[in-house]
């Protein structure tokens, strides 16, 4: 059997999810035995594949940037997996949508700035007016929650997912778990 | 015995049994083991029938009767756990999810949350339906106790608490719908108000909506078990 | 409900929204405690029994068949 395509994505997330991931210390070699990791911050891949299996999606969609990379990844990707809170409720980024990207934007590089206080708009993706989770832009086919999903929960749900076994993930994990 | 008791015989899910007349569906089904999910209901306080989590099928009825106020008839068929009830449950917690700002993972109730917990029982795994973000405000002028309406659900516990059994009605609920609003006295700062600083409203509150101001981080687990205590106590007097 | 038909309307909608909607307005018809709720989901279900093919309409070729929906919202998506 020719090994898994896995790609991991970190949008507007703390990367908690990805550390969490990396906690399945030992039993990522036997993930290794049956998966190929394509594409993820912790490897050197700059371009998101073209025939990916298995997307594991970090964050939430906050920017231009990230409602594009997301969708590529649902057109390049079998099966859309969105990992932890950020990807599945908005979480921790979603605070700000009450408020609006002005007024955040204003109290950090104005208010708060010590030295040449300036909005930053040269290069950085223009900031959507709601963060909104990934299910509102593309088709998501597992959500597992979490802030972030145990490693626990990583691995027996990526074993049942790789081996087409039963998974019941409420039983795993909740909100904010 | 000399008392002579009205009993009545009914089906809970294909489970015979007993009950006194006047009981309700839920007292009954709880006597007996079968779970029916609540929110609004707290043992203890009197029951309204808002939070629709408790809706259960008569036979013979179309209609979804809430469990804990319906009583027992008869001869009733109860069933407590169809699809079509979990369906509604699942659409009704997400309704919930969706109307405010909840933030389970930075939120003091995280782990101790009956909203949280009652998504995990009905199977969420994500809200299907679009957040409203609304802005709300946070209420920290009490000195003991912090109101956040982000995490309120309207249940309405801390109104009947303070009501009820603290007797002084601190709390009540203004507008309508959405724009529902727990207010303390006239819609004056809490910390302002004629509060008692007894603190049952903060234990009863389902989530972490009323919260401790001396408890971090996500460390504040809630005792409503005193209710029924008390209550017996306050009628054995 | 109002956002979802929002969206079907400016174009934006998908099959899962449609489905959603059905979802919701059955739910708040058959829980409602008060007799408002429980017909206030009515207009919508009725236009989805019996204009279901202008929802689709809507949804699937980005068109509103009566001319009333201004779909520009989709058009951008399109483009």
Redesign the interface.
Known sequence: MSKLKLATVWLDGCSGCHMSFLDMDERLLELAEVVDVVYSPIVDTKEFPDEVDIALVEGAVASVDDEKKIKKIRDRSKMLIAMGDCAITGNVPSMRNPIGPEAILDRAYIQNASAQAQIPCVVVPKLLRVVRPIHEFVKVDVFLPGCPPSAGTFHTALTALVNGGPLDIPALTRFGA | MSVETDVKTLVIDEQEVSARAGQTILEVARENEINIPTLCHLDGLSDVGACRLCLVEIKGSNKLLPACVATVQEGMEVSTNTERLQKHRRTILELLFAERNHICSVCVSNGHCELQTLGQEQGLTHIRLPYRNPELSVDASHERFTLDHNRCILCTRCVRVCSEIEGAHIWDVMGRGINSLIISDLHQDWGGSACTRCGKCVQVCPTGALFDKSKIGSDHPKYPDFLPYLNLMREAQ | MH??LTRICNGTGTM?DLA?LE??C??VK????CGLGQTAPNPVLSTLKYFRNEYLEHIVNKRCPAGVCNMEAALEVVA
């Open positions: 956002t979802l899962d959603l979802d919701l059955s739910t058959e829980t409602s405690l």
